[in-house]
DNA sequence: TAGTGGTCTAGACCACTTT
DNA sequence: AAGTGGTCTAGACCACTAT
């Protein structure tokens, strides 16, 4: 019997902690196991690595939000397929994730109009005037990557809704019926969690770290065009940009 | 008696987590509480909430990896004041810091000299060529927020450590030094999590959100500089960029 | 019905800080 | 010595999926 053995339920406390050594492990293990595999259930591995399950669960846990794996409630926990990384640029995702070889779709959450409020000064108009508000749900071949709202003026974009297609571009629909160029925008990235509500639409787990980016785009004249609120699942996709000087 | 307490450690199971009830009580308090102020023990405020403390702990973990809060073991935790937002910039971070009113130093960990190996290919050199490795904690008003790893063609900026004090800006040293114009890089952000050496050396915790920056830079003529990995603390800082088309 | 991941409880010991 | 946050265990029930 171990000295370990004996301390029972009492952890080796190296500077390592233990769910970590887990975590390398098991990241062996998905190397072995390759992209798309089942991976053994929770219960089994815990079993396996001769540790308690939330303790072997917070390993894994790391592991998706990594985006390594993907955990199905009910069916598994499988190994996940690689990030998707989109050119951070002034139009929308559409064509950057087509020339990617992905299938981009949108799913329309929320259509409704609001007093501007506290949008007002990033939108240049009068905190009573209203704003266009919509939510859409970004999918990448039929998967969930992001949720976007958008806030337009509706003295200007009001009637945007009128016969277009809520699942198609936003960017190229605005651009060619009020022929406006987005011309610049500024750009706030940080990260968050996701709430709840959040990772339900996006389908995924609350806690899950998101890529939070907030716009604001202004046409050639510098009138403000839109504020955008986009959150992205960092488990699935990361940004490229340029700089220059 | 009620129905709850009858129920003895089965949680009433409604769409919200009930850990997420309490850290939406939780953040009432912090609004109460005010910037800098020392938050109840665990174990009083899992009391007073009527919850098991690692139920309460993934609410004040939450809070931790969204910066409001700041943990200190054997202290307690406190109210933390908001993120830093930096610019997206192709210069180091020393002016910005600057500009906003906070003290900008850092700590170097790791000097060494490396064969380039895969790092050959950004910075088109040989892979048995060697690379200058610099490690640093960047910290803002004596508080690490990142780590950043520079990686230098050896054979071009080799001597580059002689007579410079590593705690002051690298950018501006090379500038200087060898007549450099930082022209242009691509950069690539996305989000993952520390690792328990990264934690300890930007102190904080394991697990904790961070964003991943790899910049590769290239002076007027095309010709490479620099590789840089940044890791900063997810809690203390974002970042802004300006997009124009 | 059996199995899976998701959440919660209760209790323990650790490393660290303050008194 | 006492108190704090950090980690781990063992066991329970839930919602969901497949059979």
């Given at each position: 019997?171990?000295?370990?053995?004996?301390?029972?339920?009492?952890?080796e406390?190296?500077?390592?902690?233990?769910?970590?050594t887990?975590?390398?492990?098991?990241?062996?293990?998905?190397?072995?196991?390759?992209e798309?595999?089942l991976?053994?259930?929770?219960?089994?591995?815990?079993?396996a690595y001769?540790?308690a399950r939330?303790?072997?669960?917070?390993?894994?846990?790391?592991?998706?939000?990594?985006?390594?794996?993907?955990?199905?409630?009910?069916?598994?926990?499988?190994?996940a397929?690689?990030k998707?990384?989109?050119?951070?640029?002034l139009?929308?995702?559409?064509?950057?994730?087509?020339?990617?070889?992905?299938?981009?779709?949108?799913?329309?959450?929320?259509?409704?109009?609001?007093?501007?409020?506290?949008?007002?000064?990033?939108?240049?108009?009068?905190p009573?005037?209203?704003?266009?508000?919509?939510?859409?749900?970004?999918?990448?071949?039929?998967?969930?990557?992001?949720?976007?709202?958008?806030?337009l003026?509706?003295?200007?974009?009001?009637?945007?809704m009128?016969?277009?297609?809520?699942?198609?571009?936003?960017?190229?629909?605005?651009?060619?019926?009020?022929?406006?160029?987005?011309?610049q925008?500024?750009?706030?990235?940080?990260?968050?969690?996701?709430?709840?509500?959040?990772?339900?639409?996006?389908?995924t787990?609350p806690?899950?770290?998101?890529l939070?980016m907030?716009?604001?785009?202004?046409?050639?004249?510098?009138?403000?065009?839109?504020?955008?609120?986009?959150?992205?699942?960092?488990?699935?996709i990361g940004?490229?940009?340029?700089l220059?000087?």
């Amino acid at each position: 019997m171990t000295v370990d053995a004996v301390r029972g339920g009492v952890p080796e406390h190296g500077r390592v902690p233990k769910y970590y050594t887990v975590k390398t492990q098991l990241q062996n293990l998905l190397a072995e196991l390759g992209e798309g595999a089942l991976l053994p259930a929770e219960r089994d591995l815990a079993a396996a690595y001769g540790v308690a399950r939330s303790t072997l669960r917070q390993a894994i846990s790391e592991l998706t939000m990594e985006g390594r794996l993907r955990a199905h409630r009910g069916r598994g926990t499988f190994v996940a397929s690689p990030k998707l990384i989109q050119p951070l640029s002034l139009s929308s995702y559409t064509e950057a994730l087509r020339e990617m070889g992905h299938v981009p779709s949108r799913r329309l959450i929320t259509e409704e109009r609001l007093p501007a409020g506290s949008l007002a000064g990033d939108l240049a108009i009068d905190p009573a005037d209203e704003v266009l508000h919509l939510e859409r749900v970004l999918l990448a071949d039929d998967e969930p990557l992001g949720l976007e709202s958008t806030y337009l003026p509706a003295g200007r974009f009001g009637d945007l809704m009128d016969g277009w297609d809520a699942t198609g571009s936003l960017y190229r629909h605005v651009a060619d019926r009020y022929q406006v160029r987005y011309a610049q925008a500024t750009e706030r990235i940080e990260t968050v969690l996701a709430s709840p509500r959040e990772a339900q639409l996006l389908n995924t787990n609350p806690a899950q770290p998101m890529l939070l980016m907030q716009r604001v785009s202004a046409d050639q004249d510098g009138v403000p065009i839109e504020r955008v609120r986009s959150l992205y699942r960092g488990d699935r996709i990361g940004f490229v940009t340029r700089l220059t000087g």
